[in-house]
């Protein structure tokens, strides 16, 4: 299969680009301010660490649809907090326990589990307030509303939380596959497609191409949690930068211990593939959004 | 001095009133959806409890600027599940660790750490989005998104979670006025504030209303912490609703520890007294605002 990737592209070199435009978008909207620890710890888990996966592809879609990049920076850094958040507050003893995270100690370690909560309820705050105060005034009101109003739901009962709640009341438990489906699409799957959603709504996209690149960030955002479930039982803490295992000795149901490692495999090609040829049938010719679904493919075939 | 409370005025008889209305559309604002536990998790803890003191406080701010209540009550319902998601995260283990409140077991009680902490993050999540898909669209775009702007204000880490956050540190410590001052302002103040300026802005008040408006609510959040300072010595567990002493023993800073019982009694007869008085001087003839000041001394006297 083609894989319509422009010749002279370099994956790296473009993530490193918009994750550099990211960081220091995020250094700035994350200034330490009073209470002095509560920001330094929104700071900790969110500021150089991740990938910016989510937030590059916000970008990314923007420029798809011919948006400028920029109107799109303060709703992909408010994303980057969100999944920050997240992870504060999945890593608490109370939830799935978990000391390493990011390659660092989870923030709980660091700053105590009441200030690890507080500090995601912080961000959780926050993140939405950045959309409203930074997104340029250019951008239409009625868009920006229904932007806020998507990245709330995201965040919320119908969206990561939701899916979290689902996950920990199932573990050890035997669960249907649309239970299980379900845990992945609100956990993980949610937060991409609103980055794609998030970039060409703030750029005027037609309804057909906003379809298109939300069901592309449905299928990466699934296949990204399939491929992390693969990685949980076969990288090394280094590698992961959390513990790996965790996942499966607490119990939880993952990719690969509910449909075992060669569905797993086999379904992460399947989605990666089916989410390429999406974008090549509706003429999306991303080098970009094609490295990344070859990019979540490749990192656990190492 | 004269209290300005009409004759007639029943002040139990207009709370329950606004409280009926409050609670009729927090129960249609919070109907159980999927996932079920979450959902009931986050109705426990705010759904058939609580003064509504904030909500109301918003309803009246919007009549005596001659605006529709109507407009203002998925904000007064916001604030409601704001107030509720603060208490449920305040009375995890690795916080207050509270047993009670609201006169009932406290949510991780009933639904364990790990769905009382994803209660908290989902009513805070989804309370801005009630206020963008309930308030109705005749309110003006860019005071719609003042509003939600100040209502994340208070929710994060310049309102309540900056309180809870300096709060927590200062346990067993030794803090100035300042720090302390900070505690309640942040905490408590933050609130009660947004609760007037949510019904002000809502109805287009002047500017000067609404910045008397938001003084009294300054006020009354102040008294009002007082208050609960001086009950948590004085009253009992059935009176409370929660475990009384509580915070006196967790070595906390109240009003009461703090500058002594003499000084916490007349501090908010001062308070309370100075709130009325802005209301006189500035014409606003409200019996009920002018009733919930009195009221806010006066449980403390029983």
Chains 1, 2 share one sequence.
């Not at 959390?242 to 989605?271: C, H, I, Q, W």
């Not at 003429?283 to 679904?293: C, V, Y």
Request: hydrophobic share 40%; net charge negative; glycine share 8%.
């Amino acid at each position: 299969m083609v894989s319509f990737i422009s010749e002279n592209f370099d994956l790296a070199r473009a993530v490193e680009q918009d994750k550099q435009l990211i960081n220091s978008h995020l250094e700035n909207y994350l200034k330490v301010g009073q209470p002095k620890t509560l920001w330094k710890a929104m700071r900790y888990s969110t500021i150089s660490c991740g990938k910016r996966l989510r937030a590059i592809l916000s970008l990314e879609s923007a420029r798809i649809c011919g948006g400028n990049p920029e109107n799109v920076l303060p709703a992909a850094c408010a994303l980057e907090m969100l999944h920050a958040q997240s992870l504060i507050h999945d890593d608490l003893p109370c939830m799935d326990d978990d000391d390493f995270r990011r390659g660092k100690p989870s923030n709980h370690k660091v700053y105590g589990e009441a200030m690890a909560v507080l500090a995601g309820d912080a961000l959780l705050a926050y993140a939405p307030q950045v959309i409203i105060e930074h997104t340029p005034d250019s951008v239409d009101k009625k868009v920006l509303f229904q932007l806020i109003n998507e990245f709330l739901h995201a965040a919320g009962p119908g969206g990561i939380v939701g899916g979290q709640a689902v996950d920990i009341q199932s573990e050890n438990k035997t669960i249907g596959t649309g239970e299980f489906d379900y845990i992945i699409t609100r956990k993980t799957a949610e937060l991409f497609k609103f980055a794609l959603r998030a970039g060409a709504l703030l750029s005027g996209a037609s309804n057909e191409k906003l379809d298109v690149l939300t069901e592309y960030g449905k299928k990466i955002g699934y296949a990204f949690q399939i491929a992390d479930d693969i990685l949980d039982v076969e990288a090394t803490l280094q590698e992961l930068g959390k513990t790996p295992g965790k996942d499966s000795k607490a119990g939880k149901n993952t990719y690969v211990s509910f449909y075992g490692p060669d569905k797993a495999m086999r379904d992460l090609e399947d989605l990666t593939r089916s989410a390429r040829e999406l974008l090549i049938n509706n003429n999306i010719n991303s080098s970009l959004l094609i490295g990344i679904a070859d990019y979540i493919t490749q990192k656990v075939k190492k």
